[in-house]
């Protein structure tokens, strides 16, 4: 594809990540059926047949079809493991919404502040980064529908930039109990505890305060669970403390708080409200199939269903593992964490 128009304005034409090496944005062609149906468009599902198309940094910014628009960016900012993408599905109708699930960009953007490198360091690059990545995501397929960003939760770090053009924007932060969290991570097994641990060291990248408590914890805790579920509880207060922060960043009107267990139990009530926030325009039939199509199957994975009774049952064999751990650990939590947020 040569026309670069197309490539920087067409929704057709995904924007999935950046190469920051070589300085340039890269793109994939797709469509919004693949697109809508896909957990993770961050590289762990295939959303294109064909090769990426590379545009540099220079070329973007020099565009004419690069405007200065301000963004109207709708965003679901989360903890992870909280129903988050459950909640970006059931709000995804064809129509009136797509939801955008964990882009690659976001997170590429995310390791650039990370790493405080020099893409971040000038001011200048950093804002048209930014710039340009939101307005790519403001493109939609129809006149009449609405787009949803749900990025990763390492993107939490750079939510205070991405909330830039904050006349437009709103942010539904979906939090969860500090117990459930826990429950949710132990859950999953290794996979998720290796990922909390990575996330950690993503959020400690140049912050020796907190490089120095998780080395403070891995020192006291020869135990692995009572190890592992500190380090959870930590990785719980950093993103429970920055949604709160995040928080601060807009106004009333812009900000929708939602709970992990509310939308499990209550899904019509927690679904109008959230259409009604997003501007989504769903009618209360089109939340009722989407909620019966989405809350009976897997969120991360098509095909599978879901059975909130055997999850209920998977999580009673976790706290009957480790649930006297767990309570020693909540303990440590509101004696540590509690009380600053």
């Not at 064809?94 to 690659?104: A, F, H, R």
């Not at 209550?266 to 769903?282: G, Q």
Request: aromatic share 10%; glycine share 4%; net charge positive.
């Amino acid at each position: 594809m040569r026309n670069i128009n197309k490539v920087l304005t067409s929704p057709y034409v995904f924007l999935s990540g950046i190469d920051i090496e070589n300085r340039a944005f890269l793109f994939l062609e797709t469509n919004r059926e693949v697109l809508s149906k896909s957990a993770f468009i961050d590289g762990r599902e295939t959303i294109s047949s064909k090769q990426h198309i590379r545009v540099s940094f220079e070329d973007v910014f020099s565009s004419k079809m690069n405007t200065a628009k301000k963004s109207e960016s709708r965003f679901i900012f989360h903890m992870a493991f909280c129903g988050s993408t459950l909640l970006a599905r059931t709000l995804d109708v064809k129509g009136k919404s797509l939801s955008y699930k964990e882009p690659q960009v976001f997170i590429d953007l995310s390791t650039i502040k990370a790493s405080n490198h020099a893409l971040y360091k000038d001011k200048n690059s950093w804002g048209k980064l930014l710039a340009f990545t939101l307005s790519k995501f403001d493109a939609c397929f129809t006149d009449q529908e609405q787009n949803i960003i749900k990025p990763s939760n390492w993107v939490n770090t750079i939510a205070d930039d991405l909330l830039l053009n904050r006349a437009g924007q709103k942010a539904l932060l979906l939090t969860i109990e500090p117990k459930d969290f826990l429950i949710a991570v132990f859950r999953g097994g290794g996979d998720r505890v290796r990922y909390i641990h990575s996330f950690l060291q993503h959020m400690a990248k140049g912050k020796q305060d907190l490089l120095k408590v998780i080395d403070q914890i891995e020192k006291e805790n020869k135990d692995t669970v009572s190890l592992f579920s500190k380090l959870v509880l930590l990785a719980y207060a950093i993103q429970k403390n920055k949604l709160h922060k995040t928080s601060k960043l807009l106004s009333k009107e812009q900000i929708l708080f939602m709970d992990h267990k509310k939308l499990i139990n209550e899904p019509m009530v927690c679904i109008e409200k959230a259409s009604t926030f997003f501007d989504l325009r769903l009618t209360p039939i089109e939340i009722e199939e989407s909620i019966k199509r989405n809350f009976r199957n897997h969120s991360k994975v098509v095909g599978r269903a879901y059975n909130n009774k055997e999850m209920g049952a998977t999580n009673d064999k976790v706290l009957a593992a480790y649930g006297g751990n767990f309570e020693e650990t909540l303990e440590w939590y509101d004696d540590n964490y509690c009380a600053s947020q």
